[in-house]
């Protein structure tokens, strides 16, 4: 009596097998499509940072942060870059920051819409924001196994299951901001003769601007972690470091790897920051 | 007369808060004579607006008040449709706003009516200027022009040289300039005002309502003023609607409600207002019953007064311009042939748009009725001591 009855067992893992299944064989053209864009698009960008000069890395790195912080911040932020290098990371941290990249723009590119779908449309809404809250507490590895089954092994599946691990803060955000713009303001907004469009346009988004940015910020982080366990489909970069280090067991070069994540991490958080406190100043102030 | 025209038409309006069956059973209960309670209670819905029934005039300020839910901005709203009326219609010039489509309302809030709001509505992201632009840039002027415009609008409600700032580096009346200027750059016909002063400090209010009272002189708008506080009230309307639970209780011109109000609430609600404060001369002076002009012979004026058993005479030229006044004991000794000899010239006109409490100083100071005129200095009427201690009282 102590053991669940044989009886009540019910799995639900044949539903996504089939699924899974018939997506694979009545859809295979559509993967292929955006497996050909994903890979020519990672191409394009990892060709493009490879092109830019190591210094020229970190001495971006370095005015940007004097930009928005000060000399001690860009320091800091410079030489933690350089650090990377110092690793022998270079390469892996191109790679990575080349799937970052691309997942944060596919991130934008359909995060933003939905967003705003989901702000002016109730239905929208009310499906989404379960949808949005198991993805945010599904496991991250749970997204590995569809990216590897619709897109095999390397780069794209990575990139895949990176973007769906990193988008809903992005549509989260840019729900809130938009719904969250003072009432007053929308409506002097229609009280002046604002079409739809141009509510969008002149007054919601820019309104939101500083919403969508730490959104932005969040999707990015999410990216970052995500993209250190991608390492396990076959992705390169510095997870694949980690994954090596791990299977050797070379705590050393774990660790090493382990901060060049950090450092970038930390990189990347703070300019997005600083960007968007640097937006603020028109934008947010409500009153 | 075109200008008696009522300009804004509102008819038998009715604005309930709710959707579907409930409202259906709502209005079934309202139109049963359900009270505001009565009909939330039974089906959820809120009534905003009950049997409104007025008009305004072209060139009026028309001024709603009322406590704070007692369905004024509801009302207001619906004059630009950011509320749809569930029932009744406003027909502005001619036109009825609730049957519009969305193409013609969006002209309607494009070129005909403004909006000023309370916490001033405005774009954070945008200049002072781009916010004053807003209204012109959805509706497609050129970019020049509408710099232009809006650079007039500015300069009018005295914020030049402040352009290229943005909201949060402003103080609260200067914020709702910004609104304002908003509202006139785009040349509307009525301005809609929904408690545009009730943010700002007392003292930033007065300055306020004495600008938008000067500003009457150069735009000539039909306004729409919305205020909880009926000293404002009456500072501003050249008539008043007082609201009550979504219905109006007492309409009329300000003095209306001291003479007959309509009933204990309103003798409430204006139980408090500083009369001094908030009626003008106009509107307690009393006519002149006789007055002369230079050339009147001196004894025709002296047997005129004593005929009328008063001892003073206000002198005007032939245009009824003010000239000063003659006292019955000066006409009464002296030789003079004529009135304009013994004018005396020591008694300053009162301006008849003036608020009265000036008035009391002025009456203790000087012996005789105060003279009362118009911008052009024509003579329109006289008020003395009992007349003002009558207002007051
Ligand atoms: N959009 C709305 N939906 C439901 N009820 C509303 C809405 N707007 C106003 N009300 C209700 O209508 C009544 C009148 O409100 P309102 O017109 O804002 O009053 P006022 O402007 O005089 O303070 C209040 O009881 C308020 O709660
Ligand atoms: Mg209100």
Redesign the pocket.
């Known amino acids: 009596m102590l053991e669940y009855p044989d009886f009540l067992k019910f799995s639900i893992a044949p539903i996504f097998d089939v699924i899974v299944d018939w997506i694979l064989t009545n859809l295979s053209a559509l993967f292929d499509f955006i497996t050909l864009v994903i890979a020519n698009l990672f191409n394009g960008v990892e060709a493009a940072l490879s092109f830019v000069p190591w210094w020229l890395f970190v001495m971006i790195v370095f005015l940007l942060g004097k930009k928005y912080y000060d000399y001690k911040m860009a320091s800091l932020l410079g030489v933690m870059m350089f650090a990377i290098g110092m690793f022998d990371l270079w390469d892996s941290m191109i790679y990575t920051i080349a799937i970052v990249l691309i997942s944060v723009i596919v991130s934008l590119v359909v995060g933003l819409p939905v967003g705003i779908l989901m702000a002016k449309n109730e239905r929208i809404e009310q499906i989404l924001k379960p949808v949005l809250d198991a993805m945010q507490t599904m496991p991250s590895f749970v997204y590995l196994i569809p990216a590897v089954m619709l897109f095999g092994l390397g780069r794209v599946p990575a990139v895949f299951a990176t973007t769906i691990y990193a988008i809903p803060p992005l549509i989260r955000l840019t729900y809130l901001g938009i719904t969250g713009v003072d009432k007053e303001v929308i409506e002097a907004g229609k009280a002046y003769g604002s079409t739809p469009a141009q509510m969008l346009f002149k007054i919601e988004l820019p309104q939101a601007l500083a919403t969508i940015m730490t959104g932005v910020n969040q999707t990015t982080m999410m990216a970052m972690a995500m993209v250190v366990i991608s390492s396990m489909i076959g992705a390169e970069g510095i997870g694949e470091e980690v994954l090596i280090a791990i299977r050797r067991l070379e705590v050393g070069r774990g660790f090493q790897a382990g901060f060049a994540i950090v450092f970038l991490a930390i990189i990347l958080d703070r300019l997005l920051q600083g960007a968007a406190n640097s937006l603020e100043g028109g934008t947010v102030h409500a009153e | 007369m075109p200008n008696e025209q009522p300009y804004i038409r509102v008819d038998n309006l009715q604005l309930i808060?709710g959707k579907g069956k409930r409202l259906q059973q709502a209005q079934h209960l309202y139109n049963d004579g359900a009270t505001n309670a009565e009909i939330r209670e039974q089906t959820r819905c809120?009534v905003?607006v009950r049997y409104a029934d007025f008009h305004i005039k072209k060139g009026e300020t028309f001024v709603i008040v009322?406590l704070?839910?007692?369905?004024?901005?509801?009302l207001i709203r619906c004059f630009n449709r950011l509320n749809k009326a569930t029932g009744g219609s406003i027909t502005i010039d001619g036109m009825d706003v609730t049957k519009l489509d969305k193409k013609e309302l969006l002209e309607l809030r494009r070129n005909k009516i403004s909006m000023v709001f309370q916490s001033f509505g405005l774009l954070s992201h945008r200049t002072v200027l781009a916010n004053v632009e807003y209204g012109l840039e959805v509706k497609g002027i050129p970019n020049k022009d509408r710099d232009e415009m809006a650079k007039q609008a500015i300069e009018l409600v005295g914020l030049k040289g402040w352009e290229t700032y943005y909201p949060h580096q402003l103080s609260g009346g200067m914020k709702q300039r910004v609104g304002l200027a908003r509202a006139i750059a785009n040349d509307p016909d009525i301005l809609l005002m929904d408690e545009p002063y009730s943010a700002l400090d007392p003292l930033i209010r007065r300055e306020m309502q004495k600008e938008l009272l000067n500003l009457e002189d150069y735009i000539d708008k039909t306004i729409v003023f919305i205020t909880h506080d009926m000293n404002e009230a009456f500072r501003l309307g050249d008539r008043i609607a007082l609201m009550k639970d979504g219905e109006i209780v007492q309409l009329g011109k300000p003095a209306s409600f001291f003479e007959n109000p309509a009933n204990d609430y309103v003798r409430d609600f204006i139980a408090d207002v500083d009369k001094t404060q908030v009626l003008r001369a106009k509107q307690i002076m009393k006519e002149i019953p006789v007055s002369f002009t230079p050339d009147t012979p001196r004894t025709d004026a002296r047997d005129k007064l004593a005929e009328l058993e008063l001892d003073v005479a206000f002198v005007t030229d032939e245009e009824n311009h003010y000239l000063g006044y003659v006292t019955f004991e000066d006409l009464d000794v002296s030789r003079k042939m004529t009135v304009e000899k013994l004018l005396k010239t020591d008694l300053e006109p009162y301006y008849r748009q003036n608020f009265i409490k000036d008035l009391i100083s002025l009456l203790d100071e000087a012996d005789y009725d105060v003279p009362i005129v118009d911008s052009k200095n024509r003579l329109r009427g006289s008020i003395c001591h009992e007349v003002l201690l009558s207002a007051i009282s």
Request: proline content about 0%.
């Open positions: 808060f809120t905003g009322g704070s839910g007692s369905g004024k901005s509801s």
